[in-house]
C-alpha cells in the first residue's frame, strides 16, 4: 500500500551581563571604572527563505525565495514565527529558512546540500543538457564535489573533488586556483580548465521539501480542502488515492475500511507522528478523523513502493552503487526512528516509497500498532509478515529497534535480488523452523561480501547482538565509497 533539506539552526544566546562591583565604605567603582556596564542587547536572528512558502492557514506567513525574515519565535522545531519586512508576522517551516550569518553556499543555486551521488546523477541525466552541474557535500565531512553532465562520447555525470592548497585556495585543476567556492565556480563557467566540460547551467528549481504537517499546530484536515484523484494501489487497510490539497499540494490520501484499526488510539498518535520529519521518511501531514472511513494524508510519492520499482525497473539501470544507496536512504530513515525511540513493527520494501530522483523513504512506520486484524498482528496470522520477522517476534511477538533492525536486512535481500521474495516459495511453518534454527537468506547472485556481511550481522539470533541502524550507516557509508569512490 502504500524527494532535501533539513536545516538546524543555532537559538540565540543571552550575552552574560557583568554586575559592577561596588567598593567597601560605599566608594563606588574605582576610578575609570563604570559603575555598571551596559546590559548586551540581544542579537537578531535574520533568516534567508530558501523554497517559497504558501500561506494558507491563518496564522502563518508566506515566504518569498531570497527574501529575509526576524525570527520572533524558535522554540517549536518544525514551525517559526517570524516577521517580515513589511512587519507582518506569523509562522514558516524551519526547514525552508537558513539563518544569514551561516547561509554560506545554500544561496546558491548550484549547491545541492546532502544530495547523494545517485541523486545527483539522475537529476542531472533528466535535465539532459551538456554542461548541466550541481555542487554537493562529500561523502569526506567538510569536502564538496562537483557533479557535471556531459555528452561527450556518451552520456554520463562525471564527479570532481574540490580540493584546497596550503594557502586555503580552492581548484580542480591545481593549475586554477581561487580564494572561494564560489569564484571558483564562475572561473569554470568560463573555462573547462581540465573539466570534461565548462560548467554552463544549473537544474531547474527544485520542489520544496515537505512541511511537518501542513501548518503550524495543524494536523485535522478538512476532507473539504482535499480533491482526490486516481487511485494509486489498494490493500487489506483499503485504497490508496492521490490527491490534492487546498489546490496545489500533492499528497497521498490513504482511505482506511472501518473496522481494521484502533481509530481513537490511532488519530491521538497521529499528533506526533505529524512532528516526526525526515528526509528519508513518508511526512504524515495530517488525518480527517471527523467522518468514516478515516483518511490519513502524507507526502505523495510519484514512483509509487520501493517492491514494485525495483520489480518493474530493469537491472541495468541499477547496479550496486544505486541499490546500496536505496538501502543507505532507508537505514537514514530509521535511524532517525530509532533515536525518536520509534518502532516500525512492519518494514519491508513494500512499506517503502520511491520519488523522483530515485529518492527512497520509509512509509507507515507505526501504523500495525492500531491494527486490530489478528490475522496481521498474531505472529500465527495468515497475514503477519513473518519472512521479515526474527525470532523473538516469532516466540514472543516482541518489537523493538533491533527487530526492525533484522526486518532491515531482509529489505536489503529484497533490494540486491531486485524485488525478488525472501524465502521463495516457501510456506510459511518452513520460515519459521529455518529461522528458529540459525538459517538464514543466501547472498544475492553478484552482491558484495561487504554488502552480504551487514545483512548477516542484521540476522544475528539474539537482538543485542545486531548493530544499531547508527552504527549500519556507518558501515554502509564507508562500503559505499568503496564500491564507488566519490
Not at 531547474?204 to 484536515?221: F, N, Q, Y
Not at 510519492?301 to 544505486?322: C, E, I, K, W
Not at 535511524?335 to 520519488?355: F, M, P, S, T
Not at 526486518?407 to 524485488?419: D, I
Request: include cysteine; hydrophobic fraction near 35%; proline fraction near 5%.
Amino acid at each position: 500500500m502504500n524527494s532535501k533539506y533539513i536545516v538546524l539552526m543555532v537559538r540565540p544566546v543571552l550575552q552574560t551581563v557583568t554586575a559592577a562591583v561596588t567598593m567597601p565604605g560605599g566608594g563606588g567603582a574605582p576610578p575609570g571604572t563604570p559603575s555598571a556596564k551596559p546590559k548586551d542587547k540581544q542579537r537578531t536572528k535574520v533568516v534567508v527563505a530558501l523554497y517559497p512558502f504558501k500561506a494558507i492557514e491563518s496564522g502563518d506567513l508566506s515566504l518569498e525565495k531570497g527574501a529575509e525574515y526576524e525570527v520572533i519565535d524558535d522554540s517549536q522545531e518544525h514551525w517559526w514565527k517570524v516577521k517580515d519586512e513589511n512587519g507582518s508576522i506569523g509562522y514558516i517551516p524551519s526547514n525552508y529558512v537558513k539563518e544569514k550569518e551561516t547561509i554560506g553556499l545554500q544561496k546558491y543555486e548550484w549547491y545541492v546540500g546532502e544530495m547523494s551521488r545517485q541523486h545527483a546523477e539522475s537529476l542531472l541525466k533528466q535535465e539532459d543538457k551538456e554542461g548541466c552541474f550541481v555542487v554537493r557535500n562529500s561523502s569526506t565531512k567538510g569536502m564538496y564535489t562537483l557533479s557535471l553532465y556531459t555528452k561527450f562520447n556518451h552520456p554520463q555525470t562525471k564527479h570532481y573533488h574540490i580540493k584546497q592548497n596550503t594557502r586555503g585556495e580552492f581548484y580542480l585543476s591545481d593549475k586554477h586556483c581561487c580564494p572561494s567556492i564560489p569564484e571558483l565556480i564562475n572561473y569554470h563557467k568560463h573555462n573547462s580548465g581540465g573539466l570534461c566540460s565548462r560548467l554552463k547551467t544549473t537544474p531547474c528549481d527544485r520542489p520544496a521539501p515537505p512541511t511537518a504537517g501542513l501548518s503550524h499546530d495543524k494536523w485535522e484536515i478538512d476532507p473539504s480542502e482535499l480533491v482526490l484523484l486516481e487511485e494509486l494501489g489498494a490493500g487489506q487497510f483499503g485504497v490508496v488515492r492521490r490527491g490534492r490539497w487546498c489546490g496545489y499540494i500533492d499528497t497521498a490520501v490513504k482511505m482506511m475500511k472501518e473496522g481494521t484499526m484502533s481509530e481513537d488510539d490511532f488519530i491521538e498518535e497521529a499528533k506526533v507522528m505529524t512532528k516526526l520529519k525526515h528526509d528519508n521518511l513518508v511526512q504524515l501531514y495530517g488525518v480527517c478523523s471527523k467522518h468514516r472511513p478515516i483518511y490519513i494524508v502524507t507526502e505523495y510519492m510519484r514512483h509509487g513502493s520501493l517492491f514494485n520499482y525495483l520489480r518493474r525497473t530493469s537491472p541495468d539501470q541499477l547496479g550496486p552503487a544505486v541499490l546500496l544507496g536505496m538501502c543507505i536512504q532507508v537505514c537514514n530513515g530509521m535511524a532517525y526512528l530509532e533515536k525518536q525511540n520509534y518502532i516500525h513493527r512492519d518494514l519491508a520494501a513494500r512499506n517503502c516509497l520511491v520519488g523522483d530522483g530515485k529518492v527512497v523513504k520509509v512509509a507507515d512506520f507505526g501504523l500495525a500498532r492500531y491494527v486490530l486484524d489478528d490475522q496481521y498482528t498474531s505472529s500465527g496470522g495468515t497475514k503477519f509478515p513473518i519472512k521479515w520477522a526474527p525470532p523473538e517476534v516469532l516466540n514472543y511477538t516482541r518489537f523493538s529497534s533491533k527487530s526492525d533492525v533484522w526486518a532491515f536486512g531482509v529489505l536489503m535481500w529484497e533490494v540486491f535480488t531486485c524485488g525478488q521474495v525472501p524465502y521463495g516459495r516457501m510456506k510459511n511453518s518452513e520460515v519459521v523452523d529455518m529461522v528458529q534454527k540459525g538459517q538464514v537468506l543466501e547472498k544475492p547472485k553478484g552482491c558484495l561480501n561487504e554488502i552480504y556481511s551487514v545483512m548477516r550481522a542484521c540476522w544475528r539470533h539474539m537482538p543485542d547482538e545486531r548493530p544499531s541502524f547508527r552504527v549500519l550507516m556507518d558501515k554502509l557509508t564507508t562500503i559505499e565509497r568503496t564500491v564507488l569512490a566519490d
